[in-house]
């Protein structure tokens, strides 16, 4: 039987993440690759808007610039991105699962190259932004290779959006991402393979993670972040544009800092 829309936004709200399913045709996804590549090559330069998720991990191959490319605000750098398929199809669900008021936040490319080996840690979006009263989000991941264990395919904890908010602090040297107390041994933690062109959503509190990437192929993946626009306007109020013009990862909900729950 196939999913209602009704019954897609009850198991998103009920988990806190959602396999959609596939949103682009081979073809397409042949053609994000393509603009992805030249992301990755340099021939579409990313500035500051570059960086390694993986920074902290140690020595890298020596055939990966960094282990985990982060590249923000890809539809910025190459606005022609905005003019293929992903972006409207990623808008709909989002307000299918969330709210109609959805609209797009920021939206970022994460490779993980081959043989690093470096895991995304545990965490939730959520650490990453400043607090705001409506708390409504969707990050919408779409696989453009296939998501594997071996590779990096996401983890999530099923109703952890639920619950509050965990102490996070800065991961490895501080240079990368930030992490939080989880592991694949939590209680609901659950793998969601993808093939390429296939999405899951997941809620901006739902604990998250992927391993590092073990095997002879990049794993690239888009990511597209929805809400609401009221909320977007007090974000870019406080400063928060996502990398925009300022591209630091910081615990930046004070909340849930590790510093703040030590006092």
């Known amino acids: 039987m196939t999913s209602t829309p009704t019954t897609r936004r009850q198991d998103f709200d009920a988990a806190g993440f959602l396999n959609v ?9 042949a053609a994000y690759q393509s603009i992805y590549d030249r992301f990755l090559d340099g021939s579409i330069h990313a500035g500051d808007k570059r960086s390694d998720l993986g920074a902290g991990a140690g020595i ?11 590249i923000m605000w890809p539809s910025a750098l190459h606005p022609e991105l905005l003019d293929l398929p992903l972006h409207a199809r990623a808008l709909a669900v989002a307000r299918e699962l969330v709210g109609e008021d959805m609209v797009l936040d920021f939206d970022m490319l994460i490779d993980k190259a081959p043989h ?3 895991p995304t840690p545990w965490h939730q979006d959520a650490g990453y932004w400043v607090d705001l009263p409506d ?8 696989a ?23 102490p996070h602090w800065p991961a490895g040297s501080g240079k990368g991402a930030i992490e939080c107390a989880c592991s694949e041994d939590e209680p609901g ?6 093939a390429p062109g296939q999405a899951a959503a997941h809620a901006g509190h739902t604990l998250h993670y992927s391993r590092g990437n073990t095997t002879d192929s990049h794993r690239r993946a888009y990511i597209l972040n929805y809400r609401s626009q009221a909320m977007i306007q ?3 109020e406080q400063g928060m544009d ?17 510093q703040d729950v030590a006092q």
Do not use: F
Not at 60 to 68: L, M, V
């Open 116 to 118: 690093t080996g470096v």
């Open 189 to 194: 933690a659950t793998y969601v393979p993808l």
């Open 242 to 258: 996502h990398g925009l013009t300022n591209n630091e990862r910081l615990v930046r909900n004070q909340a849930v800092s590790r």
């Open 60 to 70: 890298k191959p020596a055939t990966a610039r960094e282990n985990i490319t982060q």
């Open 135 to 142: 708390k409504r989000a969707a990050s919408i991941w779409v």
């Open 234 to 236: 007090l974000e870019r």
């Open 144 to 166: 453009l290779d296939e998501a594997t264990l071996d590779n990096g395919c996401m983890w999530y904890v099923h109703g952890s959006h639920l619950t509050p908010l965990r």
């Open 21 to 29: 399913g596939p949103l682009l045709t081979p073809n397409e996804v």
